[in-house]
């Protein structure tokens, strides 16, 4: 085609534009990986590559639609839908039913519910929504300077807020809005000035410039100086002021409690969450495992191996955390999950030994870190419920003293590791703790103790995140000292290991809040305790030889909920012995009473990041952006379209010149303005000879008659609206 | 540029034709000398001779069926040659009025400028009082009236130019405007033979005229109309080239010009449209320019086009 004799801007030049655009929303998704749990980007990517080619393309509105539904279709499928055969009957109804549930979810305001498929679905539409409103401001209206400053201030935001560094972002950003901005502007003036633009002959005339100017301007921009930031961290700033923790320590992010997977990073604040997760009938109150964690990075805690998973037979659950020589009591409990918290994993006591939930459930353990997983049928499921039987340890306090310092290699160097920068001063503080304590267990109730009487604070508000260059655990210990179970069991987690104590992680539940009393038992009381997302918690076991993992409770507020002996056979020992737990006793009611007074000092474990939500949070602006824009677009033809069913029912003057008016503001955004000098006459003179009708006269002709003569004719309304209709028609297009 | 069709009302249509038949290219002007005269208002043609402003004037008469009375003013003309005079009858024994031109229905009074004030006066004064009083008899004129007097802009010698003051008993200053070439060349062909005006007839009569005059006082003129008047006045007494604004004697005159103009073009109501076109030809003449702006060489007419492009248009109605 030969775009030089006509004035349309030829489809290579729209083609960089638009290709402009989609650079600049790929920065949108670049760091969608960061801040959410999305895993895989490349398939979004890809996706969005594939609308935005679709779209550039030009074809048929109801092909391009097939393509892009198609693709959709298509990758959902392959990365959720493999185990059914693509577009089966049971294909059909897991979607179905997958997308009846989340929907329900949705309306249940349940957003932490939604699948990944239905979401994935969500945020696919998205990208092929944005592939369409993109052709739109780029292509087609020429007006990109809103979504450029949007995406500047999408990364600005992100790169504040979040972990996600937009340096090289907004570099990109820059230069793809310059050239963009400058050929949009380039073609916006073609348009409106009806230039003939001799397109291939002169290209070199405005390319040659705008290269330029933009490359010297983001050298000039790149190697200048530049200033560090004037203003203080926005993040505590926009906190309270009253803060003393969080300021200037790396900012910190809110999260929500609960369970959850990643520990990798530990830190932040995060708001309580009272959802029920289960309900169990318990003799004793005692902890909920759930899995432990080895390796300490310095930032959070990871596994030093893949989970290595043994299907256990028949229920017998083959996990030893403590030697046969530990006594025990046999015990039975119920679990039932409520709610829809999905833990894919067993929740269990210490010293379980079977499980029961159903025919088709397997259950695999992995040896190293104590997780169950949950099966049912071959796929992971979270269990509603099942019943346990367990043996109940005592730990004899005098057996762990006199406990043998000789740990097994493997043990000693799996649980012993830490990271190599770890700062010195923990070590020294640990060894400065324990320097009068000389056998093991004491060594480490010394460091248990030691939070409970050196000035920590519990809180889960303003505890901040390790910069990139600090250690959790020496944060914590020497600046924030405040900070939530995490904080306390990974301290004493790590300073254990300066000692050479082998211990780990663990990750559970504390018993909860009874919720009811003696409820039908035999020979004993069983106590209903209702465990919420609240009480998610993380606490410490230490190795002691020949007896096995041993719990310890570290956190202020929080008692040991194990069963320590006491040898009274022993009396030299016994006031040291006492010591422990009795200074526990008072705390733990003390602290249960502050726990129930203070809503907010309750457990967490691995907290569910809020971050996550950023998923939500982008889909609903992106959605709330569409809405507004497609709302902002058609305002006119809504206002026109409520004026003229207020103007059907009613025919007086007010309402006439109402609907006038309108048209006059109409007209004046659509640049045809009239002056104040004019008059009504004169402009519809002029509106008429630019729309080549008569439709603005004869309204205008009857305005006048109305305003200038108080004359109203009902007779002519129908004609009159139809009249205003055609003209409001004529202005949109 | 688009011509396009104006409506009048149906007798003015008649007078306009019978003008067109004799008159090329001025309907603007005889259109603005019946607004005068359905106002009760005249004219004040100020141009060089020519320019078919007799023509005008006698063809507006003779479709009205009224009477044509011409002045030429010279400066030894007396107020008794404009009023007339009383001559002694010996048959009676008694003074026996004998009237003056200004007696007609529709007096031209050319080059007005020439004659001395006394003389003027007594022309504006009749034009004022509707009657002339001639030894201490007190005549009405006949009606219809009206008066379109001339002014040549040119010469000077030996003129007494009218004081601004007397100069708004004009309800409107015309222009006539030499003709354009196509037009100039049509008048020739038309005159080659007979003098067209030989031909035409009267369309309407001296009572319809009256009649009409009546009617056009009925004219609703609405208050946002009159709220645009009195901004033009008050524009012209706040603009910084204009020396004395118009008086309120111009915007009442404003608003009779408007509503004839309205009735001329068969609408019973005023708009702004109206007031807006006729503002130069009934303000130009009521205001004094500063010397300044006299200086920059700028007309009247030029300083109300700019009082109007400041002054806005109500186009919205209060509703209470």
Redo the contacts between chains.
Sequence with gaps: MNFAKDNRIPFLYTSVLYICGFFLFLEWLYPIQQVTDTSDLNVFILFAVFCFLVSMLQIKWWFSFLLKGFALVFIINSLFMTTYAFLSKLWFSYIFMEISFNINMLFHQQWYELTPLFRSILFLILIWLMSYLLHYWFVIMKRIFVFILFTIIYLTVLDTFTVYDADGAIVRTFIISFVSLGMANLFKEVDRESIRFAWTKNSWIWIFPLIAVVFFSTLIGYAAPKYDPQWPDPVPFLKSAAEQAGGGEGGSSVRRVGYGEDDSRLGGSFVQDYTPVFQAAVKDEHYWRIETKDVYTGKGWERSAEPNYETQVNGYIALDTFSDNVKTEKHDTVVEFQGNTMIEKLVYPYGISQVEAGEATAFLLDQNSGEIRTRVNNVDRSLAEYSITYDMPSFAIDELRKASLEDPTAINDQYTQLPENLPARIGELAKEITSSDNNRYDRVRAIENYFGQNGFQYQTSDVPIPKENQDYVDQFLFESKAGYCDNYSTSMVVMLRTLDIPARWVKGFTSGEKIADNIGGTDESYDVYEVTNANAHSWVEAYFPGIGWVPFEPTQGFSNLTDFEINLENLEEQDDTLQAPEQEKPEKELKQEEEKDTAPAAENNTTMKLDINWGYVAIGIGIIMILAFLLYRKRYQLRAMMLSVKFRSKHDAKTYQEAYHYLLKLLSYSGLPRSSNQTLREYAKRIDSRYSSDEMGQLTDYYERMLYNNEINETETKKLTQLWKNLIKRIMA | M?Q?TIIYNESIEKVLTNINKVMIGKEDVAALSLVALLAQGHVLLEDVPGVGKTMLVRTLAKSLDCDFRRIQFTPDLLPSDVTGISIYNPKELEFEFRGGPILGNIVLADEINRTSPKTQSALLEAMEEKNVTVDGKTIPLKQPFFVMATQNPIEYEGTYPLPEAQLDRFLLKLKMGYPSWEQELGILERTAKDHPIEQIEAVINKDELIGIQAEVKNV?I?K??QHYIVNLATGTRRHSAIYLGVSPRGSIALMKAAKAYAYIHAR??????DV?YLAPFVLSHRIILTSEAKYDGLSSEQVIHSV??????P???E?H
């Design positions: 688009m396009e609703y609405d946002n109309v019973d109501y005023v708009i702004p449209d807006k109007i492009k400041n002054t806005h248009i186009i919205r109605k509703f």
